[in-house]
Every structure is written in C-alpha cells, then in structure tokens.
C-alpha cells in the first residue's frame, strides 16, 4: 500500500526524489493551509498562513524515514487532513508531513514558533486539528 507524503523542501525536487526513491509518483501540487516554512539548518513547518509543496505516493515510506531522520528524532512524521475534494480524488483522508522543533534545527526557542505549554508533539498535536491540506489548481 502506498503512502501519501506533503513535501515542501529537497523532496519537491524530481531528481532528489529519484535518487532516494525506487517507486514513487508525484500526485499534484498542494498546498498546506495552517502551517508555513521557516528554514533553518534545514527547513521545518510552523503554524502559520500556508505553505506549498508537491504530494508525493510511495511505498516506501521507511526510507522517507530515515532521510529524513526519524529514528535519530530530527523530523517527526504526522498526519494531515486532506480537504475532502482533494481526498475523493486520491482515495485517502490524510497526508503524512514531517516537521522538526524549531530549536533542533536552530531557529530559537520552541516558544518563538509553536504557541502553548507542553512539548513539541504535544503542541503539534494541539494545533493539527486546524491544518488541510489541498489540491493547487
């Protein structure tokens, strides 16, 4: 079964993809309402306006992964809502997204980007309700 993937950094580019990846396909532009991008040594999403990316289908979400540094705890990977337009069209509810603390990637405080008490799942976990993703065009 293949995975949806909300990609907003190095994986919206066909040839990293292709380096990386065996089987993929990339399913349309999108964008994410509720979250926008700030870069640091690497970029991450915070809640904010928007921010466009690429949907991305694979099976082999393992080495989306470990590129981007799940097991070592840089990016955690969560899931979104799609819109439901944009969810009939690709047979899925939801889009997994990564997102890193802000102060991992040296941006600042925790506080700086992500409103609330709590760790930085936890906080996460509070604003997702409010975030879609949907289909550009």
Same mark, same amino acid.
């Given at each position: 079964?293949?995975?949806?993937?909300?990609?907003?950094?190095?994986?919206?580019?066909?040839?990293?993809v292709?380096?990386?990846?065996?089987?993929?396909?990339?399913?349309?532009e999108?964008?994410?309402v509720?979250?926008?991008?700030?870069?640091?040594?690497?970029?991450?999403?915070?809640?904010?306006?928007?921010?466009t990316?690429?949907? =991305?289908?694979?099976s082999?979400? #393992? %080495?989306?992964?470990?590129? *981007?540094?799940?097991d !070592?705890?840089?990016? &955690? +990977?969560?899931?979104?809502?799609?819109?439901?337009?944009?969810?009939?069209?690709?047979?899925?509810?939801?889009?997994?997204?990564?997102?890193?603390?802000?102060?991992? =990637?040296?941006?600042?405080?925790? #506080? %700086?980007?992500?409103?609330? *008490?709590g760790?930085f !799942?936890?906080?996460? &976990? +509070?604003?997702?309700?409010?975030?879609?993703?949907?289909?550009?065009?």
């Amino acid at each position: 079964m293949a995975d949806l993937v909300f990609v907003y950094g190095t994986l919206t580019d066909d040839v990293q993809v292709d380096a990386l990846l065996d089987s993929y396909r990339f399913v349309g532009e999108a964008v994410c309402v509720g979250l926008r991008r700030v870069d640091g040594r690497y970029p991450t999403l915070v809640p904010g306006e928007s921010v466009t990316g690429r949907l =991305l289908e694979t099976s082999e979400i #393992d %080495r989306l992964d470990r590129y *981007e540094g799940v097991d !070592r705890g840089l990016y &955690d +990977r969560v899931s979104v809502s799609l819109v439901s337009s944009l969810a009939a069209t690709v047979s899925a509810t939801t889009a997994s997204v990564y997102l890193a603390a802000p102060n991992d =990637l040296g941006l600042g405080s925790l #506080d %700086r980007y992500w409103p609330g *008490e709590g760790s930085f !799942r936890t906080r996460v &976990d +509070r604003h997702l309700p409010t975030t879609q993703i949907e289909r550009i065009n």
